[in-house]
């Protein structure tokens, strides 16, 4: 029993990490119709940071300032990589996309000598707390909530600001948006900023319960983010968040299982997952239903 | 029907000029007094691997417009296919023993060698045979699985089936690891001790080595199979694969099938990824699920965007450069004393490389900037960029520095990822663009033709 409950909020927390990933992945897809591959990259990058800043100043300052540097990170990527291919072919942006992910890891691969980096305890995270009888750290107890109050929030900027309604526009017909008067590029930078805000504070949930961060460490949850975000529709916030969550608890009971090499699938159950539902129902559980004009 | 003529010209061009690097590099192979282990020879085999896969995926994403990036997941089943049949038997207790022995105890070439003799010419014969089969077999694998996995991800659209295929590839390396299939796969052990590059040496009855074939092996297979590929791509699937590239609604309504041809196109590129996953296991004398990653697709698909998007010798011409560069000639750059001496051979060759990348790509910046008409701001960071360099470059020069600034482990790869960003963004056409080798030399010889007439005219 203990156990059972320590897997599923073990499950949950990490769900709720891959959330947070995952909101970047759906709002570029929602506007841009572009897997940001290099968004995976952006969340271990947060990490690195992280480390080399707590490294050398107090923590209060340091994690607003790895904040910040990510949000700096995201937001260069978009206008050095992706807005000068704003008319190339869609082929070509994706492309694009991946040679950033592989500069992006090749830089972390030279600054950490290719080590693996120890990510800093941050207080009240990291300690250990009893529920049900099953001994977790905070940080397991905290994601959740912190997600949830992160895409409230999000869900009423998108929904009632200037700026929200500008990128609903934007993510329904690009180009008529352009000729209503949206700044696109404008709107296309927010989500950059606001994906990778998230990203940041997703990877400060993560690596705390993780010991290492190593250049790769970004690929597969960036991933397993963008899976969530199929699963839950592409575009759709509220569907990420729970196509997060039911990958994150999936994965934690299939790593529970008793079999001889489950731990082996995990990341595997993510990729049949996924084919599944772009097999069954391509437009998941909340997409809208997107018809190709000829 | 002159169309027809020219294209069998540069077929034969084509040919030839194949048929002479492959002499050239058995001529090299046994005059050049390099040690065995020197990096040209990684470079050429690496390259002849690298250079298949490239031009299989070049076939799927270039040639029919279906953007897959399973190529890594379909050399692992080669690689693996092949590493399955090939161990010889008595090594396999060896290699399985964590196993306790393999659950397949016998050898292709064991079989053929049933056949022909195990020794001698007969033992040359049946290594041949056996190698050639478990090669095609493991083509054949990868082929089924992309027929089994093209069912349901083909219907997708661009992006979907990217990530989908992307998606088979991890499914695929995490079965292969999985300890439950140990007698057959190894676990997530690596397999070892199958025939590679280095028993395809001739050698006499005392061992010594009498003819170097190493290299020459697997540029032969690899220029066959692309061969093959671009006869595929000149014939009327060819055509049909093209078609359906430039506009899938038109090229339905021409009567192409749409789902036929694309699962053609898929297979075979699997079949022949496959093929080129057992020349990596042969290259790399060893299989292991765990170097068949998602990075290893991207690198394969850079390699194509750099040669050029649908140029067959485009992904050839960038696979060596890439090979070279990525193996040896940025090697310098990962040691902090990059250069032993101001005169050192390699340390001039770098300063000329340098002020000639430099100088070129600044240019080539600048004229694109002024024949697109676009902000003058732009045109100033170029040459900003470019006179810090060129100042570093003097100062290099001056005071006989023999150290790189930043250089240290793993700056090599940053320079080239830039490099290769540089190419992603402003020389989006790569290398060759959509154009062949042929084309360039057909154009070259005609616009010489037409300015010898020009002349004769004048007199």
Request: glycine share 10%.
């Given at each position: ?75 260069a990527?978009?206008?050095v ?22 500069l992006?890891?090749?830089t972390?691969?030279y ?184 | ?329 940025l090697?310098?750059l990962?040691?902090?004393?990059a ?8 340390r001039?060759?770098f300063i000329v490389l340098f002020a000639v990348a430099v100088v070129g790509g600044a240019l080539m910046l600048i004229r694109r900037r ?5 902000p003058f701001w732009k045109e100033v960071i170029v040459w900003v960029i470019a006179a810090v360099l060129m100042a570093w470059w003097v100062w290099f020069i001056v005071t006989g520095a023999?150290t790189i600034p930043f250089a240290?482990?793993?700056f090599?790869?940053v320079v080239f990822s830039i490099i290769?960003m540089i190419?992603?963004l402003f ?33």
């Amino acid at each position: 029993m203990d156990y059972a409950i320590s897997v599923l909020l073990s499950g949950v927390s990490v769900g709720g990490q891959y959330a947070l990933i995952a909101i970047g992945y759906t709002m570029v897809y929602g506007i841009l119709r572009l897997i940001n591959f290099a968004h995976g990259d952006v969340f271990m990058a947060a990490g690195l940071m992280m480390i080399y800043l707590s490294a050398s100043m107090p923590l209060y300052v340091a994690l607003p300032a790895a904040i910040i540097l990510t949000v700096v990170l995201g937001f260069a990527i978009e206008r050095v990589a992706y807005k000068p291919l704003r008319s190339a072919p869609r082929m070509s942006v994706m492309i694009s996309a991946i040679g950033v992910s592989y500069l992006l890891q090749n830089t972390a691969t030279y600054v950490t000598g290719g080590q693996p980096m120890n990510y800093p305890t941050i207080p009240g995270l990291s300690s250990v707390v009893e529920i049900g009888g099953a001994r977790v750290t905070w940080v397991t107890v905290i994601t959740p909530f912190l997600v949830i109050v992160l895409v409230v929030a999000l869900t009423q900027l998108i929904n009632q600001t200037k700026v929200g309604m500008a990128m609903r526009a934007v993510a329904k017909d690009f180009e008529t948006s352009q000729l209503m008067g949206i700044k696109i590029n404008t709107v296309i930078s927010i989500a950059f900023i606001i994906g990778s805000l998230l990203a940041a504070v997703g990877s400060m949930l993560y690596f705390t319960n993780y010991p290492y961060v190593t250049p790769t460490a970004g690929a597969m949850p960036g991933l397993k983010a963008f899976v969530a975000a199929v699963f839950g529709g592409i575009g759709s916030i509220p569907g990420a968040v729970i196509g997060a969550f039911i990958i994150g608890i999936c994965e934690n009971i299939i790593k529970a299982l008793p079999f001889d090499g489950a731990t082996n699938f995990v990341d595997a159950f993510t990729f049949v997952l996924l084919i599944v539902i772009l097999v069954a129902k391509p437009t998941g559980l909340f997409g809208e239903k997107a018809t190709d004009k000829v | 029907m002159l169309q027809e003529k020219k294209s069998r010209t540069g077929a034969v061009v084509g040919l030839i000029f194949a048929a002479v690097m492959l002499l050239l590099v058995i001529v090299l192979e046994n005059t050049l007094d390099l040690p065995s282990g020197h990096v040209l020879y990684s470079v050429l085999k690496k390259g002849a691997v690298y250079s298949l896969v490239a031009v299989s995926m070049n076939l799927l994403n270039g040639f029919t417009g279906l953007f897959s990036l399973g190529q890594a997941g379909f050399m692992l089943l080669g690689a693996y296919t092949y590493a399955i049949l090939t161990v010889p038997s008595d090594a396999r207790d060896a290699v399985y023993y964590l196993f306790g022995g393999s659950a397949i105890n016998f050898s292709l070439q064991e079989v053929f060698g049933a056949l022909f003799g195990n020794s001698g010419a007969g033992g040359a014969v049946s290594l041949v045979l056996g190698v050639l089969l478990a090669m095609i077999l493991g083509g054949l694998v990868a082929a089924f699985f992309a027929w089994l996995i093209g069912l349901p991800v083909l219907r997708l659209r661009s992006d979907y089936l990217a990530i989908a295929t992307l998606g088979f590839a991890e499914i695929i390396r995490a079965v292969f690891q999985w300890q439950a299939l140990g007698p057959i796969t190894n676990g997530a052990n690596m397999i070892i001790r199958f025939p590679n590059f280095s028993n395809f040496n001739i050698t006499n009855a005392d061992g010594e080595v009498v003819l170097y074939l190493s290299s020459f092996v697997p540029l032969f297979i690899a220029t066959v199979c692309i061969i093959l590929i671009v006869m595929l791509i000149n014939s009327s699937y060819g055509r049909a694969f093209k078609a359906i590239r430039e506009d899938e609604i038109a090229a339905e309504a021409m009567g192409i099938n749409l789902a036929k041809h694309k699962m053609l196109s898929f297979c075979i590129s699997a079949f022949f990824a496959g093929v080129g996953g057992a020349l990596f296991a042969m290259f790399a004398g060893n299989a292991q699920a765990m170097v068949y990653t998602s990075n290893m697709t991207y690198e394969i698909l850079l390699i194509v965007v750099i040669g050029g998007i649908g140029s067959v010798s485009g992904s050839v011409i960038a696979t060596f450069l890439y090979v070279a560069c990525s193996e040896w000639w940025l090697r310098f750059l990962d040691s902090t004393q990059a250069f032993s001496s101001p005169t050192e051979p390699t340390r001039i060759f770098f300063i000329v490389l340098f002020a000639v990348a430099v100088v070129g790509g600044a240019l080539m910046l600048i004229r694109r900037r002024r024949r697109k008409g676009e902000p003058f701001w732009k045109e100033v960071i170029v040459w900003v960029i470019a006179a810090v360099l060129m100042a570093w470059w003097v100062w290099f020069i001056v005071t006989g520095a023999l150290t790189i600034p930043f250089a240290r482990t793993g700056f090599r790869m940053v320079v080239f990822s830039i490099i290769i960003m540089i190419v992603v963004l402003f020389f989006r056409r790569g290398i060759m663009g959509d154009k062949e080798l042929t084309d360039v030399m057909a154009r070259l010889a005609k616009r010489r033709a037409v300015r010898k007439a020009g002349k004769e005219a004048e007199q």
